[in-house]
């Protein structure tokens, strides 16, 4: 049985890995199992009771601002060391993937950051790119959705942007159920978060190519 949980998370990962080199993004579903899943919701439902998400902003250090026209998210940044068992489960194979990764498309990563993410009913992430411009250190971005029993009509979509050799784009909505990994090239492809009917769960976070030197916030 172990064995045949490797296999899968194998298959996964090479998945993940060719999609990225051959298109810049990948979207894999089953990632996580519906237990585990399940699981991150406790944590997540933990965090809530106490009290322990922000309001999300946009820039970084100076430029930092909150806007909710922008972005309406609230989120919980995970510490590594302090993460309760079900969050270590999915760091776990996170870091997994990162060295499939490094052994595959040579990205050099080193290290990850994520947090928890609730987008309430309404709310947005407009267009943008997850790479800042004083700092590029994000090469992939990461999003784990924790939504059970999630249909298209409750929207929340997140969008990705794609480029046309043309020179023109197309665009790919990922709809966020419960399990469903999708990952793709931080400093490639704008994206955005679609307004929900429902409160919208995920973990998302970025592979790096540089160590985190700061703690979390």
């Known amino acids: 049985m172990q064995e045949q949980l490797e296999e899968e998370a194998l298959q996964k990962f090479e998945q993940i890995a060719d999609n990225l080199s051959d298109k810049g993004y990948a979207v894999v579903d089953n990632f996580l199992d519906l ?26 250090a100076d430029q930092f601002q909150v806007n909710r026209e922008v972005r309406g998210d ?9 993460a309760l068992p079900p ?25 990850y950051e994520f947090h928890f993410t609730v987008y309430p009913p309404g709310t947005v992430y407009q267009r943008h790119i997850d790479q800042f411009q004083v700092n590029d250190h994000r090469q992939l971005s990461c999003i784990l959705y924790l939504n059970e029993d999630w249909l298209p009509e409750h929207g929340g979509n997140l969008r990705l942007y794609l480029p046309k050799e043309n020179g023109e784009e197309e665009t790919l909505d990922v709809l966020p159920i419960a399990g469903r ?37």
């Open 87 to 111: 969050t270590r489960v999915f760091l776990d194979k996170m870091d997994e993937m990162m060295r499939y990764i490094n052994r595959t498309c040579y990205l050099g990563l080193k290290d």
């Open 181 to 217: 990994l999708a990952c793709f090239r931080s400093n490639l492809l704008p994206h955005e978060v679609l307004p929900a009917t429902r409160h919208r769960y995920s973990l998302t976070g970025w592979l790096k190519d540089q160590l985190n030197e700061l703690p979390f916030l």
């Open 35 to 60: 237990q585990e899943v399940k699981n991150l919701m406790e944590v997540l439902t933990h965090h809530q009771e106490q009290g322990t998400f922000k309001k999300a902003g946009i820039g970084t």
């Open 74 to 82: 609230h989120i919980r940044w995970i510490e590594p060391e302090n």
